[in-house]
Each structure stands twice: as structure tokens, then as C-alpha cells.
T-cell receptor, first 115, second 115 residues
Framework: AQKVTQAQTEISVVEKEDVTLDCVYE???????LFWYKQPPSGELVFLIR??????QNEISGRYSWNFQKSTSSFNFTITASQVVDSAVYFC????????????FGTGTSLTVIP | NAGVMQNPRHLVRRRGQEARLRCSPM?????VYWYRQLPEEGLKFMVY????????ESGMPKERFSAEFPKEGPSILRIQQVVRGDSAAYFC?????????????FGPGTRLTVT
């Protein structure tokens, strides 16, 4: 069975601090996809990144970076120099390869950036 | 470029009434997914449809819930005889293909409140 764990329920940081959001997943599949989504207070879900299990290169996009470690089944997300607009709930999601019909979401991490 | 559209954004129903939630996928997308988000929880998969076909409904409650995606028009999630426990945010997502190599783009959600 697939499972995604986001152990951090809530995080508060002061503006300009760096923050890392953890995501750990469980699967028996050797190929799969991982995602991060942002849910700001307005409620919509915004796609941030997709990573397939073959590609363990870390990725950086502006202030965002992702660290994928297949050996530890983790896909962590770091925001550098956080800003108030980063305040949101962040969800990690897993998609298995065979059915590909559904994403398995973690319970989310609520990030508050204090000005 | 219109994104995934959902309406209504907010829906209030009394216990026993029917709720109809609509989802228009992104242009060019023929794969639609419905998820439910209970308060302070992650999203849970409900059903995956392609035009005129239900592909995977493994996450749908066995009773009172149904979904369709007709040849013409939006996808509809229908909840009959709503109960208080149905109060949640319902998100629709669409993609251009099946499987994790295709991002799912989410609509803004419909927040259902059952009184």
C-alpha cells in the first residue's frame, strides 16, 4: 500500500529564514512519481513540482529546492529566504505507475511565515 | 488559458437534500479526477473518469455518491441525501493523460456545508 507521511503538522518561521518541509513515502513500486502542491489561504491547489523515481537530481527553482533521496524514501522541500506569501499548506503526493489513476496525498504541512 | 473550473464555489445543503458539484476540465484535458478534503486533512481520491467512462471509483463511498463525465458538458459529482459528514471541500483535477507523468491540475474546489 502507498502511504505519504508529512510529520510536520505546523511550522512557523520568521521572514527570511530558510525552512524545510519533510515528506516520506512508502511503496513497493520501483517506479513512481512524487509531487508537491501548495494550498494558499484562498484554498486552491497550485502545482509546484513533479519528480519521477528515476531522476534523483535535486532541483532548484528560484527560492524553492527539492531533495529527493530514494534510499530513504524522502522528497523534502526547502524554501530559502522565506516570505510572507509563502504562508500556505503544502502537500506532498505520490503517484504509482501501474494505475496512475490517483494521487496519494500527505496530510499537509501548514507553514506560517511571520513578518 | 482557462484552468479547471468548478462551481459552485460554496454550497450549503440541508440534511437529506442532494448536492451537485460541477467540474469543467482544462481545455484539451479528457481525464478528470475528484478528491475530497476533510477539515485539516489531506486530499483523498474518490473517482477517475474519462469521457463517458468511469475508470476507477475505488475511493467513492458505496452509497449516495455518483459521478459522471458525459460526452458534452462538465463532469458532475452527485451526492444524494447529504449528511453532516459530507461537509468537506471537493476538488476536481484534470490531466491530458493517464499516469504520474502527467500533472493533475486542480480547480479551486467546492466547499460543501451540510446543515
Amino acid at each position: 500500500a502507498q502511504k505519504v507521511t508529512q510529520a510536520q503538522t505546523e511550522i512557523s518561521v520568521v521572514e527570511k529564514e530558510d525552512v524545510t518541509l519533510d515528506c516520506v513515502y512508502e511503496t513497493r513500486d520501483t517506479t513512481y512519481y512524487l509531487f508537491w502542491y501548495k494550498q494558499p489561504p484562498s484554498g486552491e491547489l497550485v502545482f509546484l513540482i513533479r519528480r519521477n523515481s528515476f531522476d534523483e537530481q535535486n532541483e532548484i527553482s528560484g527560492r524553492y529546492s527539492w531533495n529527493f533521496q530514494k534510499s530513504t524514501s524522502s522528497f523534502n522541500f526547502t524554501i530559502t529566504a522565506s516570505q510572507v506569501v509563502d504562508s500556505a499548506v503544502y502537500f506532498c503526493a505520490f503517484c504509482p505507475p501501474n494505475t496512475g489513476n490517483q494521487f496519494y496525498f500527505g496530510t499537509g504541512t501548514s507553514l506560517t511565515v511571520i513578518p | 488559458n482557462a484552468g479547471v473550473m468548478q462551481n459552485p464555489r460554496h454550497l450549503v445543503r440541508r440534511r437529506g437534500q442532494e448536492a451537485r458539484l460541477r467540474c469543467s476540465p482544462m481545455k484539451g484535458h479528457s481525464h478528470v479526477y475528484w478528491y475530497r478534503q476533510l477539515p485539516e486533512e489531506g486530499l483523498k481520491f474518490m473517482v477517475y473518469l474519462q469521457k463517458e467512462n468511469i475508470i476507477d471509483e475505488s475511493g467513492m463511498p458505496k452509497e449516495r455518491f455518483s459521478a459522471e463525465f458525459p460526452k458534452e458538458g462538465p463532469s458532475i459529482l452527485r451526492i444524494q441525501q447529504v449528511v453532516r459528514g459530507d461537509s468537506a471541500a471537493y476538488f476536481c483535477a484534470s490531466s491530458s493523460g493517464q499516469g504520474g507523468s502527467y500533472e493533475q491540475y486542480f480547480g479551486p474546489g467546492t466547499r460543501l456545508t451540510v446543515t
